[in-house]
């Protein structure tokens, strides 16, 4: 991981990312502030929930990732930080940190099985997919971003293979910490993590 990757993942604010125009399975990334708020807070287990699943069910589907998952996976590698400060007296938190644990498994086999096939290099930097011509409209369009979809190249090859690699970087800057985390319950979950690393 380079210098300058891992400080922009590091340093990254929600309000840096156009969540509305980046794709994800079922549209756009428009609501994602909205469940990284309430997966930070940590204070209700419904709405945790709900908003889990509008983010994992839009970040992946079918092994397939999405122009708003590696950002996504900078979120949510830091929620899972301060669910696992909290998870001791919260068992919202509690109930986060595993099923965060069990994503991020998951998204890095899809790197994984991704990189092992063939592909383009990945774009130089990760701030490189918010560049203008990466983005897709201001105002969102269902029809017209499903002509858009039709198109022989909706990615190109190596901003769709950015991805995937840059998913993965999202949770590498992260590898110390969860290599210092003294929870013995997660041991083996963050193990796992740490495998596909």
């Known amino acids: ?24 399975a079922y549209g756009r990334g428009t609501d994602f502030p909205t469940h990284f708020k309430t997966l930070w807070e ?9 908003a889990l699943y509008e983010l994992t069910t839009n970040m992946e589907h079918q092994s397939t990732l999405w122009h708003a ?10 929620i899972l930080m301060e669910a696992f400060e909290k998870e001791e007296a919260n068992c919202v938190a509690h109930f986060l940190a595993d099923e965060l644990l069990d994503f991020m498994t ?72 969860l290599e210092q985390c003294q929870l013995v319950e997660y041991a083996p979950k963050i193990a796992k993590v740490l495998a596909e690393l």
């Open 106 to 177: 998951f998204i890095l086999q899809c790197f994984h099985d991704g990189d092992e096939m063939e592909h383009a290099d990945p774009l130089p930097f990760f701030f490189d997919m918010l560049k203008e011509e990466y983005l897709w409209s201001e105002e969102y369009d269902e029809e017209e971003d499903e002509m858009r979809y039709e198109e022989d190249e909706v990615f190109p090859d190596d901003l769709f293979y950015s991805f995937y690699y840059y998913s993965w970087q999202a949770v590498l800057a992260y590898k110390d910490k």
């Open 1 to 24: 991981m380079t210098e300058e990757n891992k400080t922009y993942i590091m340093n990254l604010t929600v309000a840096d990312v156009p969540w509305h125009r980046l794709t994800t």
């Open 42 to 50: 940590m204070d209700d287990l419904d709405a945790v929930k709900s």
């Open 69 to 78: 998952t590696p950002f996504g996976m900078v979120f949510l590698t830091r």
